[in-house]
């Protein structure tokens, strides 16, 4: 090594170890120092430092003309800082001293320890918002790591892991915009408390219009296939017939379903028992399955589009049927009027009535070998009924014939007709309380046939007779009238 190298090496060192030693090429005292004088010959113009927006300028700090010092170096080199303007209130940054890493350091402690010493109140009053900031955000650092969970969530059998700050599980489904109806499930219950690593699970109900066995109605589950849900609701489906596949999901609106589950159904017919077992939506169908076949008119004892139920017994009905015309009577109906020509009391009947005549078509039936009630099935009249016309009489007729009302009347009807008004002989000729024949009875004023007359007109017709020919109209019986 030269003289010349040992000799810079060495006076590096001693700058590096005692910067303010004599022979130094700079000042070695703090460029922030309070009392320290300003240098005059420096032909640099340091600027406020606080200037809004910037924290600091950059200034030439080099002299526009003059030698340089000492040590060769011109007053930047040296590191030689001007005082700071009257009024400001934090100094210009500091610009690295030479002599290395370890004398700025120096620097920058020295610093701290004046700014510590002899900052202003004002600065306290600036510098303190900004502490109050960072205290939060790192307060709020920790509480964020604190309250964060990750919590497993799974809705209708999809998982996902998140992270959450729900303190329960209603904060979590409100987080999520879950809504939970009175049909779904959640596990663990509404308002648990939750920890990290949590596991939520959500179920939602599913309407299911459910059809069994042919009564509908509907349920609710939480099942998200048709299998999972007849498990659910505990439907025996072990041969049953389904309406949709097991595999067929079930979404939120939910479906219908026709369950028809095995029954035993027996059928008698021909004198003897089939038994099968079915899941047949009809009896027809069930009917099929046997083999048994219904000819013409053969029925069953229920309708063949009924549900089989389990245990029932339908027998098959084989019937055999023919038509059969019969003629049958119609019966007259019977008019009446009032006729003032007749006395009152009797009717006269003016015109006779005739029945009718209808054939009729019947049904005749023979069910396994019985012989049903016949049923009509249709009607033609062939002749219609006439009606029969009766006159009733009004006219008031005296009951006294002079010469005729002091013989005993009564005596001689008892002894004609027995005392009764509508006795006929057995000829069919004479009748009525007297025995009148027709022509007498018309001849003395009377109508119709005298056994239709009141017993007051039958005597009152007698005692006329009486007086124009005395008792012969009675041969035997006329003795009677004189007692």
């Given at each position: 090594m030269s003289h010349?190298?040992?000799?810079?090496?060495?006076?590096?060192?001693?700058?590096g170890r005692n910067p303010g030693a004599a022979g130094s090429s700079y000042e070695a005292k703090a460029p922030?120092?309070?009392?320290?004088?300003?240098?005059?010959k420096a032909s640099f113009e340091v600027k406020s430092p606080y200037v809004q927006r910037a924290p600091y300028q950059r200034h030439d700090l080099r002299t526009p003309s003059g030698p340089p010092g000492p040590s060769g170096l011109t007053p930047r080199q040296t590191g030689t800082s001007p005082a700071p303007a009257p009024g400001s209130l934090r100094p210009a940054p500091v610009l690295p001293a030479p002599g290395g890493r370890a004398a700025a350091r120096r620097a920058v402690r020295q610093t701290g320890r004046r700014r510590r010493h002899g900052t202003s109140p004002e600065a306290l009053r600036r510098l303190l918002p900004r502490a109050l900031v960072v205290a939060f955000l790192a307060g709020g650092t920790t509480a964020f790591i604190a309250h964060d969970k990750a919590v497993r969530l799974t809705v209708d059998g999809t998982?996902?892991?998140?992270?959450?700050?729900?303190?329960?599980?209603?904060?979590?489904?409100?987080?999520?915009?879950?809504?939970i109806g009175r049909h779904d499930i959640v596990a663990p219950a509404r308002g648990t408390v939750l920890s990290s690593g949590d596991d939520v699970v959500v179920r939602h109900g599913r309407p299911v219009v459910l059809t069994i066995d042919g009564e509908r109605r509907q349920v609710w589950t939480t099942a998200d296939t048709v299998d999972a849900a007849l498990r659910q609701l505990g439907v025996r489906a072990e041969g049953a017939f389904l309406s949709l596949s097991r595999s067929r999901r079930i979404d939120r609106h939910g479906l219908e379903l026709a369950v028809r589950t095995e029954r035993s159904v027996v059928f008698v017919a021909d004198g003897r028992e089939?038994?099968?077992r079915t899941n047949a939506a009809t009896v027809r169908e069930a009917l099929a399955e046997t083999g048994l076949a219904l000819r013409d008119e053969d029925t069953t004892s229920v309708p063949q589009d009924s549900f089989p139920r389990e245990g029932q017994t339908v027998s098959v009905l084989r019937i055999t049927g023919s038509r059969e015309v019969r003629e049958e009577s119609v019966p007259f109906r019977t008019i009446k009027r009032i006729d003032p020509q007749l006395t009152r009391g009797t009717e006269a009947v003016v015109q006779q009535g005739r029945p009718g005549v209808r054939r009729v078509t019947y049904r005749l039936r023979t069910v396994n070998g019985v012989a049903e009630k016949?049923?009509?099935?249709?009607?033609?009249v062939v002749r219609k009924p006439r009606p029969q016309i009766v006159h009733i009489g009004t006219k008031i007729l005296p009951t006294s014939v002079q010469g005729a009302d002091h013989l005993a009347w009564d005596a001689l009807a008892r002894c004609e007709a027995g005392g009764r008004p509508n006795a006929v002989d057995a000829s069919g000729t004479y009748g009525g309380l007297y025995q009148f024949d027709v022509a007498t009875w018309q001849r003395l004023g009377g109508t119709g046939r005298p056994q239709d007359?009141?017993?007051?007109?039958?005597?009152?017709?007698?005692?006329?007779l009486?007086?124009?020919?005395?008792?012969s109209p009675w041969p035997v019986c006329g003795r009677k009238l004189h007692r």
């Amino acid at each position: 090594m030269s003289h010349s190298q040992s000799s810079h090496r060495a006076a590096r060192g001693r700058r590096g170890r005692n910067p303010g030693a004599a022979g130094s090429s700079y000042e070695a005292k703090a460029p922030y120092e309070a009392k320290a004088p300003y240098d005059a010959k420096a032909s640099f113009e340091v600027k406020s430092p606080y200037v809004q927006r910037a924290p600091y300028q950059r200034h030439d700090l080099r002299t526009p003309s003059g030698p340089p010092g000492p040590s060769g170096l011109t007053p930047r080199q040296t590191g030689t800082s001007p005082a700071p303007a009257p009024g400001s209130l934090r100094p210009a940054p500091v610009l690295p001293a030479p002599g290395g890493r370890a004398a700025a350091r120096r620097a920058v402690r020295q610093t701290g320890r004046r700014r510590r010493h002899g900052t202003s109140p004002e600065a306290l009053r600036r510098l303190l918002p900004r502490a109050l900031v960072v205290a939060f955000l790192a307060g709020g650092t920790t509480a964020f790591i604190a309250h964060d969970k990750a919590v497993r969530l799974t809705v209708d059998g999809t998982p996902r892991t998140l992270h959450t700050f729900a303190d329960d599980v209603d904060d979590l489904l409100a987080d999520e915009h879950l809504d939970i109806g009175r049909h779904d499930i959640v596990a663990p219950a509404r308002g648990t408390v939750l920890s990290s690593g949590d596991d939520v699970v959500v179920r939602h109900g599913r309407p299911v219009v459910l059809t069994i066995d042919g009564e509908r109605r509907q349920v609710w589950t939480t099942a998200d296939t048709v299998d999972a849900a007849l498990r659910q609701l505990g439907v025996r489906a072990e041969g049953a017939f389904l309406s949709l596949s097991r595999s067929r999901r079930i979404d939120r609106h939910g479906l219908e379903l026709a369950v028809r589950t095995e029954r035993s159904v027996v059928f008698v017919a021909d004198g003897r028992e089939y038994r099968v077992r079915t899941n047949a939506a009809t009896v027809r169908e069930a009917l099929a399955e046997t083999g048994l076949a219904l000819r013409d008119e053969d029925t069953t004892s229920v309708p063949q589009d009924s549900f089989p139920r389990e245990g029932q017994t339908v027998s098959v009905l084989r019937i055999t049927g023919s038509r059969e015309v019969r003629e049958e009577s119609v019966p007259f109906r019977t008019i009446k009027r009032i006729d003032p020509q007749l006395t009152r009391g009797t009717e006269a009947v003016v015109q006779q009535g005739r029945p009718g005549v209808r054939r009729v078509t019947y049904r005749l039936r023979t069910v396994n070998g019985v012989a049903e009630k016949p049923k009509r099935l249709g009607t033609h009249v062939v002749r219609k009924p006439r009606p029969q016309i009766v006159h009733i009489g009004t006219k008031i007729l005296p009951t006294s014939v002079q010469g005729a009302d002091h013989l005993a009347w009564d005596a001689l009807a008892r002894c004609e007709a027995g005392g009764r008004p509508n006795a006929v002989d057995a000829s069919g000729t004479y009748g009525g309380l007297y025995q009148f024949d027709v022509a007498t009875w018309q001849r003395l004023g009377g109508t119709g046939r005298p056994q239709d007359a009141p017993a007051l007109e039958q005597t009152f017709r007698a005692k006329k007779l009486y007086i124009t020919r005395g008792a012969s109209p009675w041969p035997v019986c006329g003795r009677k009238l004189h007692r």
